[in-house]
């Protein structure tokens, strides 16, 4: 598929079809039911979304092989995430995902899958804020379909090969795990290390250093922040050992009106509250910047400058702990009063320097398998990315000449499914409720009337369509 979705060469045999020749669309069956309302239906079938399952439920609406493909929610435009995926069995979709029922006579349901998450959307998943594939959109995707027994044999062939790249997504993920564990072991060890000192001195960091925070200027204000070249930074930066960039820019106007500091390189920050799970994690400014007020700022006093590497350290070692202190109320927030109290040891700067140097051995050796595990996870999304395109372009098994082409099962199928058109009774939309009808005055019904019933809603052999709360799209 060449950029923007367009059809490119495809080899012999195969054909450019639109998908909503291949599939059936059930999308007039899908019943979105809110979050509150499952937790009272909380079941055992399966309640699907855009990207996968997202809970459960106690009734299904449908029971059967099945593609989803988001509708919204998804990001259409990342080659390696997920927009379509097979289900079984009995199920409930809601209102995000397109449901398809492949046309089995002339599609694997596997090859599709993997074809339209390797599909370019460009051109057909549109949207401002948030990227909506249309059910008119989707029907036109241009789809290149081999003939059926080269789909199964290169569905087979995918299966095979990224069930072993996933073997070894697993094994780089627990790599990174056990990465993630050494080092709050390495963490640990050093505050058991100062801890076991009791003739170390402990002091609090309000008598080693000055404690602020800052602020946020007003967003009414555009001239606090229009055109603006200093640097604000925000709790959710506060995530990695080192902060070297904004999270926004302000204006010298901003920086002169308000409460904000300019704060200098090798400042220390801690987040207070904030973006995820940053409250009570450490890093150090390598700019000059300002910061939000769900930043702490340590500036440490003169005498102190030799201690900041100690500081941060013992800060860092502290996160687990830091991020349990409260200052009261609902709100497990730090605040500065709870930040000056923070006990550090100190031991003497021949000792602190050797156990610093011990922590940078460690920690380093850290980073290095990090970067080594992180490298794997990006080679085995490029070698999905790559098989899947493969598959796609007729490269990944090789044809065999004496199967009925796509264009010949196609004809033949379009045949059959003119006749059997032909042949039934012209049906009413589903879609369409006698309530959403107009009525004549002298039709509409008495006030205490019991309501219409819905067409659209699924029968099933079962049970009767209870009355749901619709889910509002997130």
Known sequence: MSEGGTPSE??????WVALGELV?????LRVPVSAKERTKRFGDVPYYGAAGQVGWIDEAVFNEELIL???????????DKQKAYLISGPSWVNNHA???????????????????????????????TRLKLTKSAMLRIPVALPPLGEQQRIAGALEEQISRLDAGGRFVG?????AAQYSTLVAQRLLQLAGSKSSWPVTRIKDIAEVGSGSTPLRSRQEYYKDGDIPWVTSGLVNEPYVDRASQYITQKALDETSLRLLPPGTLLMAMYGEGKTRGKCAELRIWATTNQACASISLKKEFEGRKAWVKAVLQAKYEENRKLSAGGVQKNLNLGVIKNIKIPLPPMEEQDRILRELDEQMNAVARLQDEAERGMRRSLMLRRALL????AGQLVTQD????????LLARIRGERATLGALEPRRRSPRRAPAQRKQAPDTTPAPDAPPPPRADAPALATATQPTLDLEIPS
Not at 10 to 15: D, L
Not at 71 to 79: I, L, M
Not at 110 to 122: I, K, S, V, W
């Open 174 to 178: 627990d790599a990174l795990k056990k």
């Open 10 to 15: 495809i080899p012999n045999g195969w054909a």
């Open 69 to 79: 493909l988001g509708e919204d929610g998804v990001q259409f435009f990342d080659p």
């Open 24 to 28: 059936d669309v059930l999308d007039h």
């Open 401 to 408: 000449p004496v199967e009925e082409s796509a264009e010949t």
């Open 98 to 128: 397109h449901v398809l029922r492949p046309l089995a006579k002339v599609i694997d349901r596997r090859y599709l899958a993997h074809y339209l998450n390797c599909f370019d959307y460009e051109g057909f998943a549109n949207g401002t």
């Open 389 to 392: 395109k493969q598959a796609c």
